[in-house]
């Protein structure tokens, strides 16, 4: 075979293998098409979060949480969400933030404690503070229209040995809150009235020995505040007589935990 007829079959052989690559192309041959497929949904579900920064010690309210979709994956078991709890309002209805909860957090049952359960009380309490009762009558109890979160003024009496006797009555701590009366410690305002023997308040640790000693030397009454009034100094009007009863006001202030201190002077 001479060299021509080779580099003719040759030729021959590449023509017939570009027309029928170009027959398969026309025909719809050649590499398949890949085309995206979308993801199936995600499945979602409503959790309740904290609308915003929450401190401890902070009762819920309906404005400081919201329902927000959460990954079904992803939602955890003491998560509170919307098909176990359709009614806001229910589900954190006598609820207390126990931990620091922050805006978009997941609120769940292990961040807040429920009014009928175990250390309530405490997760009302803010850092640094303490519990204490004290006894209170009808009389020393503003007529029993003092309600958990008022905000009260704390005055002793004591009697003097002087002849007749003479009653002493000073104010020793002011501003101070009601965490509860006897065993109501929900805020409740169509209540009229809570006639108890106890009232709970919140005081500091100087504060709680201040009044554990006033309780042993005299009577404690409740003086309550009016509504956004948290003047915590006492007043400045000069103190004054009238018959039997010496009024001693006094308005120091301790610099570590500005607890008031008992000074003053008798008035004359």
Same mark, same amino acid.
């Given at each position: 075979m001479n060299t021509k007829r080779i580099i003719v079959l040759g030729l021959a052989l590449v023509a017939a293998s570009a027309a029928?690559?170009? %027959?398969?192309?026309?025909?719809? *041959?050649? +590499?398949?098409?890949?085309?995206?497929?979308? @993801?199936p949904p995600i499945a979602m579900s409503e959790v309740l979060v904290a609308s915003s920064n929450i401190q401890p010690g902070l009762a819920l309210t309906t404005d400081m949480v919201k329902w927000q979709s959460w990954p079904q994956s992803a939602v955890d078991s003491n998560f509170? +969400?919307?098909?176990? @709890?359709?009614?806001?309002?229910?589900?954190?209805?006598? +609820?207390?933030?126990?931990?620091?909860?922050? @805006?978009?957090?997941?609120?769940?049952? +292990?961040?807040?404690v429920h009014g009928n359960a175990t250390g309530f009380m405490a997760a009302q309490l803010q850092p640094g503070m303490r519990a204490l009762s004290i006894t209170i009558s009808v009389d020393s109890g503003a007529g029993g229209f003092i309600l958990p979160n008022d905000r009260v003024d704390l005055m002793l009496a004591t009697k003097t040995n002087d002849s007749p006797p003479h009653v002493k009555v000073k104010t020793i701590l002011s501003d101070v809150r009601v965490l509860a009366v006897d065993q109501t410690f929900t805020e409740d305002k169509n209540t009229k009235a809570v006639v108890g023997k106890t009232a709970t308040l919140e005081l500091t640790p100087s504060q709680a020995e201040l009044v554990a000693a006033a309780q042993n030397t005299g009577t404690i009454s409740?003086?309550?505040? *009016?509504? *956004?009034?948290?003047? %915590?100094? @006492?007043?400045?009007?000069? %103190? *004054?007589e009238d018959g039997p009863v010496s009024v001693i006001r006094y308005g120091v202030e301790r610099a570590n935990d500005n607890a008031s201190t008992v000074q003053g002077e008798r008035a004359q």
């Amino acid at each position: 075979m001479n060299t021509k007829r080779i580099i003719v079959l040759g030729l021959a052989l590449v023509a017939a293998s570009a027309a029928a690559l170009l %027959a398969r192309g026309i025909m719809g *041959g050649g +590499t398949p098409k890949v085309e995206a497929k979308i @993801a199936p949904p995600i499945a979602m579900s409503e959790v309740l979060v904290a609308s915003s920064n929450i401190q401890p010690g902070l009762a819920l309210t309906t404005d400081m949480v919201k329902w927000q979709s959460w990954p079904q994956s992803a939602v955890d078991s003491n998560f509170i +969400t919307h098909a176990s @709890a359709p009614n806001l309002g229910e589900a954190i209805k006598n +609820t207390v933030v126990r931990v620091p909860l922050y @805006a978009g957090q997941p609120i769940s049952n +292990t961040s807040i404690v429920h009014g009928n359960a175990t250390g309530f009380m405490a997760a009302q309490l803010q850092p640094g503070m303490r519990a204490l009762s004290i006894t209170i009558s009808v009389d020393s109890g503003a007529g029993g229209f003092i309600l958990p979160n008022d905000r009260v003024d704390l005055m002793l009496a004591t009697k003097t040995n002087d002849s007749p006797p003479h009653v002493k009555v000073k104010t020793i701590l002011s501003d101070v809150r009601v965490l509860a009366v006897d065993q109501t410690f929900t805020e409740d305002k169509n209540t009229k009235a809570v006639v108890g023997k106890t009232a709970t308040l919140e005081l500091t640790p100087s504060q709680a020995e201040l009044v554990a000693a006033a309780q042993n030397t005299g009577t404690i009454s409740l003086s309550l505040r *009016g509504l *956004g009034d948290n003047d %915590a100094q @006492a007043s400045n009007k000069p %103190a *004054g007589e009238d018959g039997p009863v010496s009024v001693i006001r006094y308005g120091v202030e301790r610099a570590n935990d500005n607890a008031s201190t008992v000074q003053g002077e008798r008035a004359q």
